[in-house]
């Protein structure tokens, strides 16, 4: 095997190692803090259970306890065993499915010791995680919460991180192979650079992984703990039902605008191979059109001249989009955006506060979010794929602030006159 396949196959084994590696790492973190809210929960319900006050015939309570109101949801499936083992009484919805009644759970309900188990279970093909609390003498006491919206999320999850895996793995190979390519034997110097390179990519992966997993954990934890309300409809008022429905929906959108930003970051400077002629100008004028149904309470003004650019029309429009996105989540309520292409550029001008100066080095990096963005959505990457889809054109864009306040973005591309390309 030649030094260029050895260096190639090594980089490629080293930086998809790291990243298996963090990604298992990522997604036990994660299942632990998922599956550990639910576990907390039902440990809720059964010290309640045991501070309730039995009576003098020390029968079993008539009223199930309800978790905290900070565990976020309700009980899922409840069901009491007497002494051997055998179903009493379900008091809820008579639809629920019923709880397996394992040798553990019959155990307990027959020792006059008490004690409780945490299992997973399945209950009429419902994925649970069950704990059985013993009531000494009474029988036992069954809590069940559905751990279905914690395996999707898990799996979304995994999706994303195996993404990542890949494209990593990928971009490590072709660093590799260019990096081996046969030249004069390397001093020392430029050994050191290589190793200083690959050493740069290796880390720049873990901090995107855990970069990755730390702003996924918000946006998927909300998702469950409101989704677990809504299929428990039955406590919750009309209104605030209603209120969590909507809050569904938003969070289902920044979690899918989320894993789309961490697609487009993962990819890298990859080529995309659907590259054509793409008139700046009309892309620009669907993106303020756009922007102006998003944002309706902003004035938006274009000034364009004809010109076209060779590019993937989705990724440019990406760009624009998020610079105006960006413009828009700065300016006041009424507040106007300036836009215009002149030359290849275009500037995007808001009125807003600006930019903090501490903050200008580093609007363009990945979940960066400046002192005047962090009482506002969003994750922090909007900016970092406007520089990559720039640096993939041959382009650039920077941030400065405006005469006269505000902010102004200049993203410059490689684009000629359309009337120059006629006249040829």
Not at 47 to 66: A, D, F, I, K, Y
Not at 128 to 141: C, D, I, N, Q
Not at 253 to 279: K, M, Y
Not at 339 to 347: C, M, Q, S, V
């Amino acid at each position: 095997m030649t030094l260029r396949r050895r260096v190639t196959l090594m980089s490629a084994l080293v930086v998809g190692a790291t990243l298996v590696l963090a990604s298992v790492v990522c997604f036990f973190v994660m299942r632990g803090e998922l599956r550990g809210q639910i576990d907390d929960s039902l440990r809720d319900q059964g010290r309640q259970l045991s501070r309730l006050q039995l009576g003098v015939n020390r029968t079993l309570p008539r009223r199930v306890p309800e978790p905290p109101r900070r565990s976020g949801t309700p009980a899922g499936y409840v069901q009491f065993l007497d002494t051997h083992g055998a179903v009493l009484r379900r008091p809820m919805a008579a639809t629920d499915p019923p709880l397996p009644i394992t040798a553990t759970a019959r155990r307990l309900a027959a020792s006059t010791h008490g004690g409780r188990v945490l299992q997973d279970a399945q209950a009429d093909g419902v994925h649970v995680r069950m704990l059985t609390v013993g009531l000494p003498g009474r029988g036992a006491v069954q809590f069940a919460r559905s751990l279905a919206s914690v395996d999707r999320a898990l799996s979304r999850l995994q999706i994303v991180l195996a993404l990542l895996t890949v494209f990593g793995t990928a971009l490590a190979a072709l660093a590799g192979r260019l990096l081996s390519r046969p030249v004069a034997a390397p001093t020392e110097h430029e050994l050191a650079l290589s190793q200083g390179a690959l050493a740069d990519s290796l880390a720049a992966q873990r901090q995107l992984v855990a970069d990755a997993s730390h702003e996924l954990r918000t946006p998927v934890t909300s998702l469950r703990t409101n989704g677990e309300l809504l299929r428990d409809a039955a406590y919750v008022p009309d209104d605030e039902r209603r209120l969590i429905a909507g809050e569904v929906v938003d969070q289902a959108e920044e979690l899918t605008a989320l894993i789309g930003d961490l697609i487009d970051l993962a990819r890298g400077d990859v080529p995309d191979p659907a590259v054509e002629d793409v008139r700046l100008d009309a892309l620009a004028c669907e993106s303020v059109q756009r922007a102006r149904r998003h944002a309706p309470g902003l004035r938006f003004t274009l000034t364009t001249e004809p010109c076209s650019v060779e590019g993937a029309p989705e990724r440019l429009a990406r760009a624009i989009n998020n610079l105006l996105d960006n413009a828009a989540k700065h300016s006041p309520p009424g507040g106007l955006v300036e836009i215009a292409l002149r030359d290849g550029t275009l500037t995007v001008r808001d009125h807003g506060p600006g930019i903090d100066p501490d903050d200008l080095p580093h609007v363009f990096d990945r979940f960066h979010r400046g002192a005047n963005a962090r009482g506002r959505p969003g994750s922090g990457l909007g900016l970092a794929i406007v520089r990559q889809v720039a640096e993939a054109h041959d382009g650039s864009v920077a941030l400065e602030a405006a005469a006269g306040g505000g902010t102004l973005a200049r993203l410059r591309l490689p684009a000629v006159r359309v009337e120059a390309l006629t006249a040829t």
